[in-house]
């Protein structure tokens, strides 16, 4: 088995849907050697990050000890750019996300990672309709957020499509769109940070592939970038959902291999011939 460590996890500290413990032993029923939480910093639209960090990291880190020659657990947070994580020193890591997108004039948040109709008051309220210009400004604070805070993990780089899969709210297969996205994807894969690719939107429902698209991986891939997989998983049942086609995915985008988290770092990992 490749993937033995996964590290972008939730549980209901945040938005997830089992305890810390109930993910730690599914963990270890799938094989991890390695596996982290990350829960989502405080959010305030929808009110979906953690609330106490300090009890957060007290609660995980007792299990991380607790757990220790069962599965090494690792303890980290899923920062979103407008809520940085306060004090980095005390995790393992941080997966680096944007989640919203906010009206600088009022102070108001959109969800784009929340309901559709969310995304289409973003796009027709903040950008005058113009849902390009609104993936545009999520590809600017992506490159921002990466380049600000390097985390260890880019998280679902072009989640700005998960309401998108009529592709109604703004054409994906424009040139406009793709040019933006691929922009802002070189000056991510400059940092050197790692990339993931990312079945969380599918579980749910949301999409039929990962984040990144195809023509995003592919780009990832001619660049030399690193990229590791992640179930996003908000509950146990999503811990491998749909490894096998990610690395499948990532093969024919031309990678060679995966980089996967263990004892404390990212190494690399060949992927099978076929
Ligand atoms: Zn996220
Ligand atoms: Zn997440």
């Not at 009890?55 to 657990?73: D, P, S, T, V």
Request: glycine share 8%; proline share 3%.
């Amino acid at each position: 088995m490749i993937l033995t460590g996964s590290l972008h996890n939730h549980s209901t500290w945040c938005d997830g849907k089992n305890t810390p413990r109930e993910m730690i032993e599914a963990a270890i029923a799938a094989g991890f050697t390695d596996f982290g939480i990350s829960g989502h910093t405080y959010v305030t639209p929808d009110d979906f990050g953690v609330r106490d960090e300090e009890a957060y990291l007290k609660e995980l880190r007792a299990l991380q000890e607790e757990y220790r020659g069962r599965i090494r657990f690792w303890v980290g947070l899923e920062h979103d750019y407008y809520f940085p994580v306060t004090d980095r020193a005390r995790l393992d890591y941080i997966v680096g996300s944007i989640h919203e997108l906010r009206d600088e004039a009022t102070g108001r948040y959109y969800l784009v990672d929340g309901p559709k109709s969310d995304l289409a008051a973003c796009r027709d309220e903040l950008f005058g309709g113009d849902g390009l210009a609104m993936a545009e400004r999520f590809f600017e604070l992506t490159v921002e957020n990466v380049r600000t805070y390097r985390p260890d993990i880019i998280g679902h780089f072009d989640l700005i499509v998960k309401n998108n899969a009529a592709n109604d709210l703004f054409d994906e297969t424009s040139s406009r769109y793709r040019e933006a996205a691929l922009a802002a994807l070189r000056r991510c894969a400059d940092t050197g940070c790692v990339f993931e690719i990312n079945t969380g939107g599918m579980f749910r429902g949301y999409r039929d592939t990962p984040y990144p698209a195809a023509f995003l991986l592919e780009e990832l891939a001619r660049l030399g970038a690193r990229v590791t997989v992640s179930a996003d998983a908000h509950e146990t049942r999503a811990l491998r959902f749909e490894f096998g086609p990610a690395l499948e995915l990532l093969k024919k985008a031309g990678f060679a291999s995966v980089v996967v988290w263990e004892n404390g770092r990212f190494v690399d990992k060949l992927l099978p011939k076929v």
